[in-house]
């Protein structure tokens, strides 16, 4: 799995699959990269809403590998 932190921007995950578990709900997700907000300001947590563009945000940008 790759985990990417866009510059100025969200954490994105690549994924085949995946569902997501809140408030006693899960629900199936359909896109292929999923995005985590990183800057703490989304009002969808723990997804990026683009909230960060706003307060600008600023975070390098890093790539994650995981095996
Ligand atoms: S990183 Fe996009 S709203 Fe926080």
Redo the contacts with the bound molecule.
């Keep these: 799995m790759k985990i990417k932190a866009a510059e100025n921007?969200?954490?994105l995950i690549e994924v085949s699959e995946a569902k997501v578990k809140r408030d006693g709900k899960e629900e199936a997700l359909s896109q292929k990269t999923i995005?985590?907000?990183?800057?703490?300001?989304?009002s969808n947590k723990p997804f990026?809403?683009?909230?960060?563009?706003k307060h600008e945000?600023k975070g390098g940008l890093a790539e994650i590998e995981v095996r």
């Design positions: 921007g969200p954490y995005a985590l907000c990183r800057c703490g300001q989304s990026c809403d683009g909230t960060h563009r945000f």
